[in-house]
């Protein structure tokens, strides 16, 4: 049995969780995530805790709790300042919409929970001590860089079809290959991720987009036919394949997404539905719009001073970065050095505003905003200076 010696700072916290479970006779103990994490010397970001105690029975035991997922045996606890999802050991059956079980049937011991996870390395428990649980050579998978799913990667596919795209994810973001059956189960049945909502499959896709080895774990994505049962990507595995071959990986979900829409050749009209069908935000749509309008701006002609300053430091940044991915050469110093130059950066730093319009004499409506527009103009490009004094003098001419 191996132990661990020297937890982390995050186990520690949770201990009195754990040893409230064990006093009242329950077992308990970290599980999934947060166990390969440490043995991979990873970042634990949170840790997930399994107990032989019904929720019902949890939440007796603690002050502070959320129902958050019930009737799957989920209680979130709140102790010591932070929050811990504690799961009643359970099987899941019925699986009759390769999502969600249909019911799940709470279990007395661990190596039955064990069992419906999806890999190997997820599988592994660990006890107060430190001691780990490793059921179906979980270790030496991490060890080899494995990704291997529990017992019969076929049912477990079933179970949950998402797990397929959490294959890739952890490709990318740990560097680990597929077992051969794996990957065989995922080649066989990949069009079950049609059963799946967008919104689970993007976030899985983020993460493998975002992680470091993205371009590995794409080729895999590409070869075992996932991408063709995501939202518009079927038959375009032409222009996806250049992914792989992409000077870096993505490192911000705007750059992914402006990377994906720029190899799929998605025309600017139909930018905003690829986000709408990927279940984006606007926020996030209208950003990777921006950026994109950007990119194709710097690949035209050199931007001119109002464009960068209508582009925005943020904007600018995310397109060098996106033709930076691509593999396009352009001269970033020198952009964002001559955005720094600017004598406004944002609309909000012009010295004057619409109220002084006003309180001149003018009326609002499209005109008043026209001159604006034009102040700012001659702002940005250095032919008024910013204060009151000189846009007043400049108003004066005018009139
Ligand atoms: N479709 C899924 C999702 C989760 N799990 C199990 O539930 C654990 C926790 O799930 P989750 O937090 O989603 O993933 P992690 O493996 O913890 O990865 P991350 O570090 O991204 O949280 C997993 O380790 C795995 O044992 C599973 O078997 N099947
Ligand atoms: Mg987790």
Redesign the pocket.
């Known amino acids: 049995m191996i132990r661990i010696d020297n937890l982390p700072e995050i186990f520690v916290k949770a201990m009195p969780v754990l040893r409230t479970l064990e006093d009242a006779g329950f077992e308990a103990y970290f599980?999934?995530?947060?166990v390969?994490?440490v043995l991979l010397h990873r970042h634990v970001?949170?840790v997930?805790i399994t107990t032989s105690a019904y929720p019902e029975e949890v939440k007796e035991l603690f002050d502070k709790s959320i129902d958050t997922g019930i009737k799957h045996g989920t209680v979130t606890v709140l102790y010591g300042g932070e929050s811990y999802e504690i799961t009643t050991f359970r099987t899941e059956s019925g699986y009759q919409d390769f999502r969600r079980p249909d019911h799940v049937t709470f279990v007395q011991n661990l190596d039955e929970d064990l069992k419906?996870?999806?890999?190997t390395i997820?599988?592994l428990a660990m006890d107060m001590h430190g001691d780990i649980v490793d059921l179906f050579n979980g270790i030496e998978d991490l060890k080899n860089h494995i990704i291997r799913a529990v017992g019969n990667p076929e049912k477990r596919f079933h179970e949950?079809a998402?797990?397929m795209m959490?294959a890739v994810r952890f490709m990318s973001q740990l560097e680990f290959k597929l077992e051969e059956k794996t990957e065989q189960a995922i080649k066989d049945n990949h069009e079950l991720l049609k059963k799946i909502s967008v919104e689970r499959i993007r976030e899985e896709f983020v993460?493998m987009g975002l992680g470091p080895f993205s371009r590995q774990a794409f080729q895999i994505f590409l070869d075992t036919q996932l991408s063709e049962d995501v939202p518009d990507f079927a038959g375009k595995k032409d222009l996806l394949q250049v992914y792989p071959q992409l000077k870096f990986s993505p490192t911000m979900e705007t750059s992914l997404w402006a990377v994906i829409i720029i190899l799929l050749k998605v025309s600017n009209e139909n930018i905003g539905k690829f986000m709408r069908d990927w279940k984006n935000s606007n926020a996030m749509t209208e950003k990777v719009e921006q950026i994109i309008k950007m990119f194709d701006l710097i690949a035209d002609h050199v931007p001119t001073d109002y464009e960068l300053f209508e582009a925005g430091e943020d904007i600018i940044i995310n397109t060098i970065d996106v033709a930076d991915i691509l593999g396009q050469p352009v001269s970033s110093e020198a952009l964002v050095d001559r955005y720094l130059a600017l004598p406004i950066k944002t609309p909000s730093e012009l010295a004057v505003d619409g109220r002084f319009l006003i309180k001149r004499g003018m009326r609002p409506g499209a005109q008043l905003g026209r001159t604006l527009n034009q102040i700012r103009k001659k702002v940005v490009a250095c032919e008024i200076e910013n204060s009151e004094e000189a846009i007043e003098q400049y108003l004066d001419d005018l009139d």
């Open positions: 599980v999934g995530g947060s390969r994490d970001h949170d997930d419906r996870r999806d890999f997820n599988a949950d998402l797990r959490r993460k």
